[in-house]
């Protein structure tokens, strides 16, 4: 095996724990000796131990002169735990690869410089475009202080989401609906409006993984949740009901512990209100799942970084029938939103299509 071989294998370890290590990114870490591994780590849940220092545990004494190779530049900081680049510099790393550094200002490059001050060799940028989209959902909250927001329809050929009647069951096959949970389990919490609550009833869950449940959030502007929702009585994953200040004041309603309202000022609810909010509680990135509406809000705030969209071979046809993006829209085509196709995969018989918004 060469560098490459081992930084992309700490890589794979650390894909393993996307979703289960809010508001910490996921990394991995392996310590190589004598081109042989003799410790390998990734961080489980915050506040647990570090990759570096899972991999340190399991080299022991062997990890002195090893070379070790890290997905995210080391800590160096005092948090939850101690800095892990004192911990490699303790250990007797002879040297270090780093895939990308750290944009949190509590490192910064400070753990880096820690390292190289001990007279340990850093190399920095190994597989770092791999490293980069393995944690683009963090490295944006921690540049934006918001989560990172995905979109999620399910439509049909023709574009709709639903028939003229609000029958939406089932747009897409089982295999798709399958790969949903799938990136419901790679988000710290998903989104829905009271809407969807109210015509579907969803558990909002997912089946996929083990980890944190994603906490479920619901956009409520009138705190109209009914008590016998599966969200507020299930106990599966925690419910967040954002609601405005004007609603929650005049509500006398109690809600099971599990379940917290939250407040918005605003009594339009605007979705940068909310996403503000989300932020000061650490909530990194969103799936959306919401109807029409709600991704309508989103794409006219331009606050979504990336669609996920399942297209069915079937067509329902009719005016009435809602299709993805729903509110007021934008009056003019420059005004768009452009963005760029990541990938198109056959997911049973259906297409699923991802994309990125495309910022310049």
Not at 78 to 90: E, F, Q
Not at 215 to 244: C, F, G, M
Not at 271 to 287: H, M, N, P, Q
Request: charged share 20%.
């Amino acid at each position: 095996m060469n560098h490459m071989d081992f930084m992309n294998t700490a890589i794979e370890m650390a894909k393993s724990t996307i979703g289960q290590t809010r508001p910490n990114p996921s990394v991995g870490c392996l310590l190589v000796n004598n081109g042989r591994i003799v410790g390998m780590g990734a961080h489980l849940k915050a506040g647990e131990g570090h990759a570096e220092i899972q991999a340190l545990k399991m080299a022991g004494s062997e990890a002195e002169g090893s070379t070790a190779y890290v997905t995210l530049e080391p800590c160096s900081h005092h948090g939850r735990t101690p800095p892990c680049s004192d911990a490699l510099i303790h250990a007797g790393v002879s040297e270090v690869y780093v895939a990308s550094q750290d944009p949190n200002p509590l490192v910064a490059g400070q753990g880096v410089s820690k390292l190289q001050a001990a007279g340990i060799k850093v190399t920095i940028g190994l597989l770092e475009e791999e490293a980069l989209k393995l944690n683009r959902m963090f490295f944006h909250y921690i540049s934006h202080k918001r989560p990172y927001v995905t979109l999620k329809a399910a439509a049909t050929l023709d574009g709709k989401i639903a028939s003229h009647t609000g029958d939406s069951k089932w747009i897409t096959g089982e295999e798709a609906r399958k790969d949903v949970h799938a990136f419901r389990h790679q988000h710290d919490a998903i989104l829905v409006g009271i809407g969807t609550v109210l015509s579907d009833d969803p558990s909002l869950t997912t089946r996929y993984g083990e980890g944190l449940s994603p906490i479920r959030i619901i956009l409520d502007r009138n705190l109209r949740i009914p008590s016998d929702a599966k969200v507020i009585n299930d106990q599966k994953a925690e419910t967040w009901v954002i609601t405005t200040k004007q609603a929650a004041g005049k509500s006398e309603r109690v809600f099971p512990a599990h379940v917290h309202v939250l407040e918005v000022a605003n009594p339009a609810l605007p979705i940068e209100d909310v996403l503000a909010l989300l932020g000061k509680r650490e909530i990194t990135s969103i799936f959306v799942e919401g109807g029409s509406e709600v991704h309508g809000s989103f794409l006219e705030a331009r606050t979504f970084q990336q669609v996920i969209t399942y297209i069915a071979p079937k067509l329902i046809g009719g005016k009435e029938s809602p299709s993805a993006f729903g509110a007021k829209g934008f009056e003019f085509m420059s005004e768009a939103v452009d963005l760029s196709i990541e990938s198109v995969e056959r997911i049973g018989h259906d297409i699923r299509i991802i994309s990125s918004r495309r910022t310049s």
